[in-house]
């Protein structure tokens, strides 16, 4: 008895990490490369290590919490989708009620991260939690579920601002709209590996708005994206270094597009990682000292 108790909790372990999906922490990176975009910017310097260390704990925390979120109201989907029916609530490896404990602890470390931003921040923090329990539940009703996660993603990088400066300047709007746009690119890319599976569940997705123009469309988003990028770039005065991390970025966007033309949708998708990192050198290098 003893000796299977103790070959269980290895297990147990391995499913809670699987569920806030800290195996495959390209979600971190997606979320906190833009954040840390902000943060530079706002600050119009390297900003202190306190925010960076704050707002990369929170980034990690909150999209573990945001993963915790989606498999509780996905878990019945999850089962019939050959990518995700090994999930742990999907398994019955973990019941739904220690997914949720999951989720009010994540949700408690955060709120120690929270109490430390000033007012406004905070407020913006309470949106950024309500759309993310939201997002996962779209896909049930709202044809294109892609833009309320880029629209609950990303508030962080407003928070961020809101941090440094003690209010949101217009040209965080468009630093923000820009990664929610990347978001709209890189999540289609997500999409389209499921899409057989979406279709007969009924489940609302990007790459079923766009049909067959999914990959046209990922295309023109990355090229949006790229053109806002360097507009903030030219507001902000960068420096050369920034317009070079754009043309690598654009690069990494034509590799991902060969991943596309052989269906390999899911690596074209965390390839992205690479193109956030990039950006933010180009930005931290080219602040005007």
Not at 90 to 101: D, E, F, H, N, R
């Amino acid at each position: 008895m003893m000796t299977s108790n103790i070959a269980t909790k290895p297990n147990r372990v391995l499913a809670y990490i699987e569920l806030m999906r800290f195996h495959r922490p390209v979600g971190i990176w997606l979320l906190l490369w833009p954040t840390l975009w902000s943060l530079w910017l706002a600050a119009g310097k390297t900003p202190s290590a306190y925010w960076i260390i704050l707002f990369t704990l929170g980034a990690t925390l909150m999209r573990a919490a945001g993963c915790v979120i989606n498999d509780i109201w996905d878990y019945r989907y999850d089962k019939y989708v050959a990518r995700t029916h090994r999930r742990p609530l999907a398994s019955g490896v973990l019941k739904p009620w220690q997914a949720w404990l999951t989720f009010v602890l994540l949700c408690s470390l955060g709120l120690c991260l929270w109490w430390q931003l000033p007012a406004l921040a905070k407020i913006i923090g309470v949106f950024a939690l309500l759309f993310s329990m939201l997002y996962p539940l779209c896909k049930r009703f709202f044809p294109c579920p892609q833009l309320i996660l880029g629209v609950s993603w990303y508030l962080g990088m407003i928070m961020a601002y809101a941090t440094i400066l003690g209010y949101i300047p217009m040209l965080a709007w468009l630093v923000y709209a820009a990664a929610v746009v990347w978001t709209l690119a890189y999540d289609t890319q997500y999409a389209l590996a499921d899409l057989d599976d979406d279709m007969q569940l009924n489940l609302h997705s990007s790459a079923r708005l766009f049909g067959k123009y999914a990959v046209g469309c990922v295309i023109l988003l990355q090229l949006l994206f790229t053109g806002l990028m360097w507009f903030i770039g030219f507001c902000y005065h960068l420096a050369i270094y920034y317009d070079i991390a754009l043309i690598m970025s654009l690069i990494c966007f034509i590799y991902q597009y060969q991943l596309m033309k052989k269906k390999q949708y899911l690596s074209a998708f965390t390839h992205n990682q690479w193109v956030g990192l990039i950006i933010f050198l180009g930005v931290a290098i080219s602040i005007p000292k």
